[in-house]
């Protein structure tokens, strides 16, 4: 079983060795001059950390210059992952909740006493078509059923029939309920029909994938706020995670997108995938200095497992070829 920071290290290798290519062996015992920083500043720049983080890391790094002339590649590594540690601050999304405790039983006996079960959590996965939104639902519900929950999943894009069949795909997969629809289907139906039914089967959440055509145009954001409306007759509270899933790979092109969403629907936080196939890892961080919304979860790579909870200390750790 891998180590949690192993899966980030090794999820992260093409962001860690954009930068090690560029650096030249700068984290390791080389004297730290005006060429290292030189590289170092183009490999943060390549990697997408943005202009902020990278010229504060930099600041740091050339302080620490002038009062010891010695400094060297891996006291540097030490100073720029405390910059990022800091930039980072709140940004781990922690979930909590769930209609019962992780392991524990339902409320209600098999004759139908005892106390209703509550209502389920509800998490709607928002983002443009190709962020993995589908993919994240099956993997999130997967992780969750892991950690002893019970879920149901929605397949809410309906406009895209590719989407409701590859929920399906991976629901036969995993052993997950679906609740489903035929292609053009009104997807605030869909969400209604699958809130109910995790309500009458005492689920703990229901994760509702939804549609991504169109971001910037008003008929997908009148959807989503349809959608947000009728789980609303069934719970004002609901849905209480409104989670933007950010393709990595695109960089600080993802923070425009988000910011369109976020006026729009209000997230709650973010969900940062397919980080194991870019060299631009640093993307997270410039959208969660603009936005201010926790990331809940990252991808590294293709299999169920590799949707991890977001760690900052790991995520700076493989950054900076730090061990653990």
Request: charged residues 20%; glycine residues 12%.
């Amino acid at each position: 079983m891998l180590s949690l920071f192993k899966k980030f290290k090794d999820g992260l290798a093409k962001t860690v060795s954009a930068i090690a290519a560029k650096t030249h062996g700068l984290f390791g015992g080389r004297k730290i001059d005006a060429a290292a920083l030189e590289e170092l500043e183009e490999a943060l720049y390549t990697a997408d950390f943005g202009v902020e983080t990278t010229t504060e890391i930099l600041q740091e790094i050339k302080a620490a210059c002038r009062q010891d002339a010695t400094l060297n590649g891996q006291q540097a590594a030490a100073i720029g992952a405390t910059v990022l540690r800091r930039v980072l601050t709140g940004s781990e999304g922690k979930l909590e909740g769930g209609s019962r405790p992780p392991g524990g039983r339902g409320s209600v006996n098999a004759s139908g006493g005892g106390d209703p079960p509550k209502n389920p959590q509800l998490i709607c996965l928002i983002g443009v078509n190709g962020s993995g939104k589908t993919t994240t639902t099956a993997k999130l519900a997967h992780k969750l059923r892991s950690d002893g929950q019970s879920v149901i999943m929605a397949a809410c894009d309906t406009f895209r029939a590719a989407a409701v069949e590859q929920l399906r795909s991976w629901a036969d997969r995993l052993g997950i309920e679906l609740i489903a629809s035929h292609s053009g289907a009104d997807a605030a139906a869909v969400a209604f029909d699958a809130w109910q039914a995790a309500k009458a089967r005492g689920k703990d959440w229901l994760i509702v994938d939804t549609a991504g055509r169109l971001h910037t145009k008003g008929n997908l954001m009148e959807e989503l706020a349809k959608i947000r409306r009728v789980l609303q007759k069934n719970d004002p509270a609901a849905p209480q995670h409104r989670w933007l899933v950010v393709d990595g790979s695109l960089g600080a092109n993802s923070i425009e997108q988000a910011k369109v969403f976020h006026q729009s629907f209000g997230l709650t936080g973010l969900v940062v995938t397919k980080l194991d196939g870019t060299s631009r890892g640093g993307a997270l961080v410039g959208i969660y200095r603009q936005l201010k919304l926790p990331i809940y979860f990252i991808g590294l790579g293709e299999q169920p497992d590799d949707l991890q909870p977001f760690s900052a200390e790991n995520y700076v750790r493989a950054v900076f070829g730090l061990e653990a």
